[in-house]
């Protein structure tokens, strides 16, 4: 069996169990009196004027309609041998029921037939049928999950923009299950494992793309070995931790052999123990994956349910993000004043996720300012067993939100501020406490978000504005 024709038939596996109803495209002006005629006509063989085999079956079809439908059928009646005998013989390795699907789909528009969508796909590509490919990346993108997602991505690979949707909507699922899922990349091409990388859909946590990078490179080392790098740059390396870095990457026998690949690394090192250097340091593999870097999907799909219902976007739209635009509160304020409401989440080296929503806009005034909706949270933390929200305490929704050019404070007593990369808490002043903290003899739990009353260090710190 020629290559091509062999991956074709892995791809159209029958291992695949499901099916999908497609409909062939039909013209708005052919009546559908007229289509169940020109059927009827097919399924007789009447007026047919070719033949096309398939296995132990042959097909009468009208040569003309099945070359205005597929630009291999109007090659193989019009210029190859097959012209003179007006008989075509197809691959035998192409599914029965898909071969039938297909030649009813050129005679009669608007049948529609249940088959198998990889066996479907490979077969419409095959055979020329590039008016159906829109249709049938609409239907693999929608009976995508886990058990299909890695084929389905290799053919949004092979086919290119016509299945933009199903790469983007394979990515989606591939980082839902990245743990399950990112060791099958190790088979898949240098282009797509760098299309899943550089993917804005991709929020996979980084260790499996990274250990599957790994695998991707041992899976072919003659021919993976030069394009590692090159991958290997869109792997968000200080997303890693310090720790994992050192512990699991510096030392890798595929970075050790690469200058290239140790540079990163050191440059990802820095990035993360030098705070000063990160705006100097650009290289893509430094930048946190997708438009927010602390949350992950299920906390933010968390926190868009605690917001007011008017002000629940689709996406996120990043403001802030200290790492890359600096950690002086001019900085923020720049880009962060009269943008309406927002959202600022933070985190510690120790990797406690906490922080508040406002409803009004941040200005550089010194001034308390009302906000009735205002709310502080908790995703992760020493004191954090699931996601709570804490809202303010009755009578308090005067001193909700502090406005000054030096610092972002939530409550009147600073239940939440932060300035300059540091971060402190007096819990408790104008916000609810959670059911069961450990609190002091005022009511305050000053340690809840970080597990300290002292102030700490943020390891980053991002601003969404929440508008719709």
């Given amino acids: 069996m020629p290559p091509r024709a062999a991956k074709r038939a892995r791809l159209a596996s029958p291992a695949a169990a499901s099916t999908i109803e497609v409909t062939c495209p039909a013209p708005a002006d052919v009546s559908a009196s007229r289509s169940d005629a020109v059927r009827r006509l097919y399924e007789a063989g009447e007026l047919c004027d070719g033949e096309v085999v398939h296995g132990d079956r042959t097909y009468k079809v009208s040569r003309m309609m099945l070359g205005a439908a597929s630009q291999f059928f109007r090659a193989a009646f019009a210029h190859f041998s097959e012209s003179v005998q007006q008989r075509v013989a197809l691959d035998s390795n192409l599914s029965p029921v898909t071969v039938e699907a297909l030649l009813l789909f050129a005679h009669c528009p608007g049948a529609t037939m249940a088959i198998d969508p990889e066996e479907f796909a490979a077969a419409v590509d095959q055979l020329g049928f590039v008016e159906l490919l829109p249709t049938v990346a609409t239907a693999l993108s929608s009976s ?219 200005d550089s005034t010194a001034c308390f300012t009302a906000d009735g909706g205002a709310f502080l949270f908790a995703m992760r933390g020493p004191n954090v067993t699931e996601p709570v929200k804490l809202g303010l305490k009755l009578g308090q929704a005067g001193d909700a939100v502090c406005h000054n050019h030096r610092h972002l404070a939530f409550g009147g007593w600073h239940d939440l501020r932060i300035h300059e990369g540091m971060c402190r808490s007096n819990l408790g002043y104008s916000f609810q406490t959670p059911v069961g903290a450990t609190c002091d003899t005022f009511g305050r739990c000053p340690s809840f978000f970080t597990g300290t009353e002292a102030e700490v260090r943020l390891e980053e710190l991002e601003v969404f504005t929440v508008a719709p």
């Fill in 144 to 362: 995508l999950d886990p058990s299909n997602c890695v084929q389905r991505l290799v053919l949004a690979d092979r086919h290119g923009e016509p299945f933009a949707g199903v790469l983007s909507k394979g990515v989606e699922v591939l980082s839902a299950h990245a743990t399950e899922l990112c060791p099958a990349l190790a088979s898949v091409s240098a282009e797509l494992f760098a299309s899943i990388l550089c993917h804005d859909a991709c929020t996979a946590p980084e260790a499996p793309l990274y250990e599957a990078l790994l695998a991707w490179r041992s899976h072919d080392d003659a021919r993976h070995c030069e394009a590692f790098d090159t991958l290997l740059e869109h792997v968000r390396l200080p997303s890693l931790g310090l720790d994992y870095l050192v512990d699991n990457v510096m030392y890798a026998p595929e970075v050790v052999a690469s200058a290239r690949a140790q540079k990163l690394v050191k440059d990802a090192i820095a990035y993360l123990s030098l705070p000063s250097r990160r705006v100097t340091l650009s290289s893509p593999s430094l930048q946190p994956r997708g438009p927010g870097s602390i949350l992950t999907s299920s906390e933010w799909g968390t926190l868009l349910g605690w917001l007011p219902a008017g002000q629940r976007p689709s996406e996120r739209s990043l403001l802030f993000r200290a790492s890359r635009d600096g950690w002086k509160m001019t900085d923020l304020h720049a880009k962060c004043d009269n943008k309406g409401p927002t959202v600022v989440v933070v985190r510690t080296p120790d990797d406690a996720v906490f922080g508040g929503y406002t409803s009004v806009s941040w």
